[in-house]
């Protein structure tokens, strides 16, 4: 990875640190501590010598309850009019109390008024608590909010649930409750305004990185583009000077045959008759097959680094790439052109044949099923860089939607209701 790279990773890495850091202290704490009532119902029937009893786990106390115990009968209100009254929020709202009854709590259904008047309205008629059961049955009890209702314990429990408790008191059957507290629940720092907050920062931190990574690839493709209109300027004017260098087939009694002649310092191998060479201005001598190749790349004599272009006049002011990365695809094509080269060379000078090429640091001649430039090896760099993006977008689309959905989710079962 370029240092170009390492730094914008180090700043996008700083930056969700800082989002993450901010976001706990930018939450609105609008969400309360609640407190869990355990709930024990005793209903008897009439005929039935055992009573029956469940249990009640999931209520939940009114945020401006007392959290205190408490006992006694189930009641419901009175119909108006000849209508069933399940909600509690009609002025004329009434309880039939029996004489012997000291303490009762009144069942009574979420909706239509706020809980405050429900409990006060309950409350007015002398109730020690109120049990307010949900409207939807698919939803956990909420912590309802109802300042000013006084000592009255308020609860609220599941829709299932306080049904449950109607269908026998709707049959009059005596219906006896026990409510304990249960367990402190501490607050959620979590609400709709960090919701929005953390949408918003996540979506800021996504369009940065997006930024950043095309800027950092078009900045890639247009350093790649002018590497490559430089290698293709250095080849060509490779090229040209490879064709004024000087050419001969060694022939018996040459130096080059003399054993004490230095050999190809390409192939480390001895000059033979029929080789084809290549002279270089610096007067150093390789095999043609075996030096071509590589001052199409490097465009410097392999032993003294002598720059042929410098040398022969063509483009003194292009630098050769003596490091430069191997273009696999051009050397592809330069060797086999070259192969065909020697080839005719030394069919014109009824030459027997080639010996193979052991060459050091460069590659060995491509065979005939391997002169066809593979398009997919070329192209794979630029695929996976492509495939990065994409996924990387599409991991941070799917990353927000699960944390908007579980956020909201939470926030519909946990937040703090008045109605």
């Known amino acids: 990875m370029s240092g170009a790279a390492r730094a914008g990773t180090a700043r996008l890495a700083a930056l969700a640190l800082l989002t993450c850091s901010l976001w706990p202290a930018r939450a609105d704490n609008t969400n309360q501590e609640y407190y869990t009532a355990l709930i024990n119902v005793t209903v008897q029937e009439p005929g039935r010598g055992a009573p029956l009893t469940f249990r009640i786990d999931r209520g939940r106390y009114g945020l401006d309850s007392p959290k205190a115990e408490v006992r006694g009968q189930v009641l419901a209100p009175l119909p108006i009019h000849g209508v069933a009254d399940h909600l509690g929020c009609d002025p004329q709202t009434r309880f039939f109390i029996p004489p012997n009854i000291k303490q009762w709590i009144a069942l009574l259904q979420r909706g239509n008024c706020t809980f405050k008047e429900k409990i006060s309205r309950a409350a007015f008629h002398n109730a020690v608590a109120v049990v307010i059961y949900n409207n939807k049955s698919k939803e956990e009890p909420v912590t309802m909010t109802h300042p000013g209702t006084g000592d009255i314990i308020a609860v609220m429990i599941t829709e299932l649930r306080g049904k449950d408790i109607l269908s026998y008191l709707e049959k009059n059957i005596s219906v006896q409750m026990t409510i304990a507290v249960g367990t402190r629940m501490p607050p959620k720092n979590f609400s709709r305004g960090s919701l929005v907050f953390v949408s918003i920062s996540f979506i800021v931190l ?42 001969r087939t060694v022939k018996k009694g040459d130096k080059e045959t003399d054993p004490d002649f230095d050999h190809c310092a390409v192939c480390i191998e001895s000059y033979k008759q029929n080789d084809v060479v290549r002279i270089l201005p610096c007067k150093h001598v390789f095999h043609k097959s075996c030096v071509d190749p590589w001052l199409s790349e490097h465009c410097t004599c392999p032993m003294c680094k002598l720059n042929i272009l410098k040398a022969l006049g063509i483009v003194p002011n292009l630098p050769c790439t003596d ?91 946990n937040e703090v209701e008045w109605f």
Not at 212 to 217: A, E, N, P, S, V
């Open 323 to 413: 490091n430069a990365a191997f273009d696999m695809e051009r050397l592809t094509r330069t060797q086999a052109l070259n192969r065909r080269s020697a080839l005719g060379d030394l069919a014109s000078d009824n030459s027997l044949g080639l010996e193979p090429l052991r060459t050091s640091g460069i590659s060995p001649l491509p065979q005939d099923g391997e002169l066809t430039p593979r398009t997919g090896e070329i192209n794979i760099a630029v695929t996976k860089e492509w495939f990065i993006i994409a996924s990387f977008g599409l991991l941070s689309a799917l990353t927000l939607c699960y944390m908007i959905i579980r956020a909201t989710a939470s926030l519909n079962t």
């Open 206 to 247: 996504m369009i940065i990185s997006s930024a950043w990574l095309i800027f950092y690839f078009i900045q890639k493709i247009r350093y790649t583009h002018a590497r490559d209109r430089n290698q293709r300027r250095l080849g060509d004017a490779a090229k040209k000077a490879i064709s004024k260098l000087t050419t």
